[in-house]
């Protein structure tokens, strides 16, 4: 996708469901203390290399995810940045990509009690759709009008599948890349001219 600015993706902090390996999903759970320090840390990273570059993250828009993990690392990016809370959106196709049933479940539960999907889900990760949920591949559409629909220098709050589906559009990982991608809760993922750094 040629001509876009630049693009800072943040991953929301950490909840306990992450914690316990649980699949999270659309389900709506707050960052436990761990995670509210990792989101007051890469706010700090952020402000730091924002002014290593000469840019003024004053000047950055703000998109979060309307799930609470999303919206309170968020809150902390705008609070570091001194972002006004005018300046924060909350942005519905950046909310994660739903587990369905799934959410709650570790990866042990599901194994026992969905052992035919999670077959399934193995041999094509990025077309599956566990009961209830949603594929990655069927957030392509939204995300990709998404993105093209950017204007200006963005810091983005979101999810781990949202993430990785954008960097696929983005043209920074092939699509098997793209979904074994970890997603760090303490890195910064910055697309720049048409590449991608890792801060």
């Not at 389900?27 to 320090?37: F, H, Q, V, Y």
């Amino acid at each position: 996708m040629a001509g876009l600015p630049d693009l800072y993706f943040l991953r929301h902090g950490q909840t306990d469901w992450n914690l316990q390996g649980r699949f999270q999903g659309a389900s709506d759970i707050p960052l436990n203390e761990t995670g509210l320090a990792q989101a007051q840390a890469v706010s700090l990273k952020l402000a730091r290399y924002a002014a290593e570059k000469g840019q003024d993250p004053q000047q950055f828009a703000l998109l979060s995810s309307p799930l609470l993990r999303a919206r309170q690392t968020a809150a902390t990016v705008a609070r570091q940045l001194h972002i006004g809370e005018a300046g924060l959106e909350f942005v519905p196709v950046l909310r994660e990509v739903s587990y369905g049933v799934w959410e709650g479940m570790t990866s042990l539960e599901v194994k026992e009690r969905y052992p035919e999907e999670r077959r399934t889900r193995k041999t094509d990760r990025w077309r599956f759709c566990p009961e209830g949920g949603e594929s990655h591949a069927s957030r392509i559409p939204e995300l990709e009008a998404f993105l093209a629909d950017q204007k200006a220098p963005a810091v983005v709050v979101s999810h781990t599948g949202v993430i990785r589906v954008c960097l696929y559009l983005l043209g920074c990982l092939d699509r098997d890349s793209a979904l074994a991608e970890p997603i760090s809760q303490d890195k910064i993922y910055v697309f720049s001219k048409g590449s991608l750094a890792l801060v």
